[in-house]
């Protein structure tokens, strides 16, 4: 029994270094809660990263760490053409991912599409959309800043949204970004 046991916790500790091996290219966020308008600021990074930012409205929100729910930055979404809401729609995005450390920009197209009623939608303020967007091919990630400089890597995203919070007419994010860094 106690070598089934020590044969058991070595296993055990093999998965775990292995995992955390794999784990260390990877971050698991979360883009949550109520969104105010940040135009001014993001419209001009946008610029300055030879995207033309006519059509796009850039949103942010608190993002945080999306297993223990603790507050690592901001998370901005800039989406183009938003004016198609709420019909199901496809939209090219922008998002930046702004850490303590430095910041990530991922681009790429997402899907934004309205729940079925009463399938999967629950949530305060009831969330009305599912998003998603698997990365094509090639690098997602455009840009990167200070501990992210020259990063490279795909960004996935997979949420619900509410088009409309109650608070401030703005979308409420309820977003996951799986990010992995080369």
């Known amino acids: 029994m106690k070598r089934l046991s020590i044969t058991a916790l070595a296993v055990a500790v093999s998965l775990a ?6 784990a260390k290219n990877s971050l698991l966020v979360q883009f949550f809660g109520p969104s105010e308008l940040v135009n001014d600021e993001f419209l001009d990074k946008l610029e ?9 409205t850039c949103f942010e929100t608190t993002m945080v760490d999306a297993k223990t729910k603790l507050e690592l930055g901001t998370g901005v979404d800039c989406l183009k053409d938003v004016s198609t809401l709420p019909a ?33 939608n629950g949530g305060t303020p009831k969330r009305t959309h599912v998003t998603g967007s698997i990365p094509t091919g090639g690098d997602s990630i455009i840009n990167g800043t200070k501990g992210f400089k020259n990063a490279t890597g795909t960004v996935r995203v997979s949420g619900a949204v509410a088009l409309a919070d109650t608070k401030n007419g703005l979308p409420f994010f309820d977003c996951l970004w799986e990010i992995n860094l080369d």
């Open 17 to 22: 270094l292995c995992a955390s091996a794999q």
């Open 48 to 56: 300055d990263m030879g995207i033309n930012p006519t059509y796009f």
């Open 88 to 120: 199901p729609t496809g939209v090219d995005a922008v998002s930046f991912f702004n850490f303590p450390g430095g910041t990530l920009v991922s681009q790429g197209k997402t899907s934004i599409v309205p729940f079925i009623p009463g399938y999967g």
